[in-house]
T-cell receptor
Framework: DTEVTQTPKHLVMGMTNKKSLKCEQH?????MYWYKQKAKKPPELMFV???????INESVPSRFSPECPNSSLLNLHLHALQPEDSALYLC??????????????FGPGTRLTVT | GENVEQHPSTLSVQEGDSAVIKCTYS??????FPWYKQELGKGPQLIID?????GEKKDQRIAVTLNKTAKHFSLHITETQPEDSAVYFC???????????FGKGTTLSVSS
């Protein structure tokens, strides 16, 4: 089973709201990722957690705050977003951290609209 | 850092034909090359990958070839079917500790 689940599937939020995206995997993977994907573009890496520690932060604005409560869960907390943050937010996981080339599996994404 | 170029950006074929998508990479230290298929409204799905110590890998109608000297790799889909219609992304991983770098994607349309 190579399933990564994400909730919610769709989210509409105002610029003053606070919301969270959730990602879960039960494959025993120890690396988890957040990507942002705009229409007709490839995924852009935002954050990487390896063994529940933040290992890569691709200069993402502080209005995006990741959290990894345990090895199976990954959250992305959103606050004071801008309309240009509207995108598909993808979670992914891989067996090990970024030190090895293990397969990376994506979830279905959360379609975020900021109004 | 690594840079991945993908061609063509769009590809239209008739059902039953073959489709080939090509990618080039810049970092000679890159050692892992996955291909993802993304259908409308879904997340990318890993369909095949290849490591730098292998020249070719096949899985049913899908194959990937790697030319390390020329720094390019290709996805080959034979006997295409309408359900193969999707956006395909190639990617490369460079040195240890770095993330996947994606190509810009190829929109494949298979008409019946």
């Amino acid at each position: 089973d190579t399933e990564v689940t994400q909730t919610p599937k769709h989210l509409v939020m105002g610029m003053t709201n606070k919301k969270s995206l959730k990602c879960e995997q039960h494959m025993g993977h120890r690396a988890m990722y957040w990507y942002k994907q705009k229409a007709k573009k490839p995924p852009e890496l935002m954050f990487v957690y390896s063994y529940e520690k933040l290992s890569i932060n691709e200069s993402v604005p502080s209005r995006f705050s990741p959290e990894c409560p345990n090895s199976s869960l990954l959250n992305l907390h959103l606050h004071a977003l801008q309309p240009e943050d509207s995108a598909l937010y993808l979670c992914a996981s891989s067996q090990r951290g970024t030190s090895a080339y293990y397969e990376q599996y994506f979830g279905p994404g959360t379609r975020l609209t900021v109004t | 850092g690594e840079n991945v170029e993908q061609h063509p950006s769009t590809l239209s074929v008739q059902e039953g034909d073959s489709a080939v998508i090509k990618c080039t990479y810049s970092d000679s230290a890159s050692n892992y090359f996955p291909w993802y298929k993304q259908e409308l409204g879904k997340g990318p799905q890993l369909i095949i990958d290849i490591r730098s110590n292998v020249g070719e890998k096949k899985d049913q109608r899908i194959a990937v070839t790697l030319n390390k000297t020329a720094k390019h790799f290709s996805l080959h889909i034979t006997e295409t079917q309408p359900e193969d219609s999707a956006v395909y992304f190639c990617a490369a991983r460079g040195q240890a500790g770095t993330a996947l770098i994606f190509g810009k994607g190829t929109t494949l349309s298979v008409s019946s």
